[in-house]
């Protein structure tokens, strides 16, 4: 019963930070500056109506509300690719995961977007590690569907003997902001997701040759189905692989406004996606890509970005026998721009991003750019340059003071701001801890941020 209370008691109680704190004048002074480009040492940082007014090295304007950040960091908020950040509370737990879909109508037309929950218990725990914002991605359920065949003059050849390809696509990246309040979402539908290699040939029937040729074969029926929609419907195609709400998601990807992010790990594999690019005319990121280091040249020359784990360093299967620590430091060397990401499945882990990060450093990633790959490079990825990501004039005031270097992890986020609002610097675990560290005794705060 107690249990029970404790729980819809943290559920209910939800503290939402005052708009008027996100209009005060503020000053963050002393501090060594990570602009996420550049370095200002003993810097100001002001914030006022949720945007960052300067940066630099003058006094706090007169008025202002003067945090003294002497002795410590000051940061952009970090941002989790890759991540399942108020996708999913636990994983086991399939009525309380919305990351995965395995309706074979629904595909690329999934949108994480509509399943998020912005009073997750995970969403404070990352935002205690500095993440302030995350690009939310659906993962793969596993294939499957079928269609059938048809005979209009006006579409041969397209479909013959049905695709099998509502299983290909796991749906559509969101991304997020991590403060307290009811409505997280910051934009929707910002790419496509679909694995290749192992997984997505497993998908269509083991051979990953079978993947890029059933690709190739979807995106030349969405390019169809874009160019005469009414036509389309009249020849009864329809009833092939692909629903129109998943044609209609696949016809930005299919003109390259829309990135495919492409989970891919082996060399071989990376360089036929980018061929695919090249042939299709589609804009891909890769995620995961451990053996990119053995074609780094080829994916800087395509300008392809990578989201990568730098500590995957084992050979777990075929797929990764070249993986190693310094894959992250030979992207960067080559001029390939790179996002770093948490640990399994960036939810309850995502905070070790910047763990990753120094790991990365000190196998030969310089620091600039391993601070780059946890802030700005993400926003540039997915299209939002300098509106977050960044402490520069006109960007969302996503700020954190650390007590220190904040990729050593004994440093702690001290005071973080999302969108102007300061934070709570509070969890659930937090106030389980204090609730029964002395007994038991006790109700939960009803300042219980989410």
Do not use: C
């Not at 996606?273 to 890509?289: F, N």
Request: proline share 5%; hydrophobic share 45%.
């Amino acid at each position: 019963m107690r249990l029970r209370t404790l729980i819809l008691a943290a559920a209910s109680a939800v503290a939402i930070a005052s708009p008027a704190l996100a209009q005060e004048l503020t000053a963050i002074t002393g501090g060594r500056v990570l602009t996420g480009s550049s370095v200002i040492e003993n810097g100001t940082v002001v914030i006022q109506n949720g945007r960052v007014v300067s940066v630099g090295s003058g006094a706090a304007p007169s008025g202002a509300r003067v945090i003294d950040a002497r002795g410590k960091v000051v940061s952009p908020g970090f941002v989790a690719v890759d991540s399942g950040l108020g996708g999913s509370e636990v994983s086991s737990v399939g009525g309380s995961d919305d990351l995965s879909n395995g309706a074979n109508s629904i595909s690329a037309s999934f949108d994480v977007s509509y399943g998020l929950d912005p009073w997750s218990f995970t969403l404070p725990v990352a935002r205690l590690g500095g993440i302030t914002r995350a690009i939310v991605m659906p993962s793969h359920a596993g294939g499957g569907g079928g269609g059938h065949s048809h005979d209009d003059s006006d579409f041969a050849g397209v479909g013959e003997g049905g695709l099998q390809s509502p299983g290909l696509f796991a749906g559509q990246a969101a991304i997020i902001h991590l403060a307290e309040g009811t409505d997280i979402l910051v934009k929707p539908r910002v790419a496509m997701v679909a694995p290749f290699g192992e997984a997505g040939a497993g998908i269509v029937g083991g051979a990953r040759g079978a993947q890029f040729t059933q690709f190739k074969e979807t995106l030349a029926e969405v390019r169809l189905y874009a160019r005469n929609k009414a036509a389309y419907d009249r020849a009864g195609l329809r009833d092939l692989s692909l629903s129109r709400a998943d044609l209609e998601a696949l016809i930005p990807v299919a003109n390259g406004q829309m990135p495919l992010i492409v989970t891919v790990r082996r060399a071989a594999d990376i360089q036929q996606v980018l061929r695919l690019a090249r042939e299709e005319g589609v804009k891909v990121i890769l995620d995961g890509a451990e053996e990119a280091w053995l074609v780094a040249d080829q994916i800087a020359a395509a300008q392809v970005p990578v989201l990568l784990n730098p500590i995957s360093n084992l050979p777990g299967n075929l797929e990764t026998r070249a993986a190693r620590m310094q894959n992250a430091a030979a992207l960067n060397q080559a001029g390939v721009v790179i996002a770093i990401k948490g640990n399994e499945g960036s939810i309850h882990r995502a905070r070790e991003a910047r763990y990753n990060a120094g790991n990365a450093v000190s196998h030969g990633l310089p620091y600039e750019a391993a601070i780059a790959a946890l802030t700005v490079n993400p926003a540039r990825i997915f299209g939002m340059p300098g509106q977050f990501g960044e402490l520069r004039a006109g960007a969302a005031a996503d700020v954190v003071v650390w007590s220190g270097d904040p990729l050593e992890p004994l440093s702690q986020a001290e005071t973080i701001f999302v969108n102007g609002q300061e934070q709570a610097p509070t969890s659930r675990q937090f106030l389980l801890r204090d609730r029964y560290r002395d007994g038991g005794e006790g109700a939960m705060p009803p300042a219980y941020t989410r």
